[in-house]
T-cell receptor
């Protein structure tokens, strides 16, 4: 069935380090892909999105490219900050009538 | 600019007690959802409402009921709480069903429920 797999955390980085969080999916059709972020004590917020192959979503220095050939949507940031510490969720939505989320990856950035 | 509002923020129940979690959105969205978040499990969909007057089961509906009271409000009821329902519950809304590209989800801040 449809599913999303993302790398397990926690991911611990020093400030200004490069970030990659892997996400792969199995789905029928061509879903829209998303990254959501959850800061401590809050609900999820949309971080970025992409709708078709080779689309790149970007926001706040984060990027992810929709790779149909590898069914992936990896999240990257060139230089993380302490304020980026949060839980990141990969997800997809569309014809299935519901948004499917991965299990989330905790990112901890140390000064 | 409230967005999605959930009440209460925290709740402790004893096994067998009942309660209703309230959710309201002020964005005129058609679709609303209830998720639960558990460590290592991510978010799992309990119920959703594609539009006013309709509700459907998600991945984990057992032990829950929902009511789409009007376009703004979508409540989740636990009739007889069990320790397995200890979780953080999130309500969300979107303009259209499915969380499509042009219709991402907007989440409330969650209700932390403990069942003893």
């Amino acid at each position: 069935g449809d599913s999303v797999t993302q790398m397990e955390g926690p991911v611990t980085l020093s400030e200004e380090a490069f970030l990659t969080i892997n996400c792969t999916y199995t789905a029928t059709g061509y879903p829209s892909l998303f990254w959501y972020v959850q800061y401590p004590g809050e609900g999820l917020q949309l971080l970025l999105k992409a709708t078709k192959a080779d689309d790149k979503g970007s926001n706040k220095g984060f990027e992810a490219t929709y790779r149909k050939e590898t069914t992936s949507f990896h999240l990257e940031k060139g230089s993380v900050q302490v304020s980026d510490s949060a839980v990141y969720f990969c997800g997809y939505g569309g014809a299935t009538n519901k948004l499917i989320f991965g299990t989330g990856t905790l990112l901890a950035v140390q000064p | 600019n409230a967005g999605v509002t959930q009440t209460p923020k925290f709740q402790v129940l004893k096994t067998g007690q009942s309660m209703t979690l309230q959710c309201a959105q002020d964005m005129n969205h058609n679709s609303m959802y209830w998720y639960r978040q558990d460590p290592g499990m991510g978010l799992r969909l309990i119920y959703y409402s594609a539009s006013e007057g309709t509700t459907d089961k998600g991945e984990v509906p057992n032990g829950y009921n929902v009511s789409r009271l009007n376009k703004r409000e979508f409540s989740l009821r636990l009739e007889s709480a069990a320790p397995s329902q200890t979780s953080v519950y999130f309500c969300a809304s979107s303009e259209e069903i499915g969380g499509t590209y042009n219709s991402p989800l907007h989440f409330g801040n969650g209700t932390r429920l403990t069942v003893t």
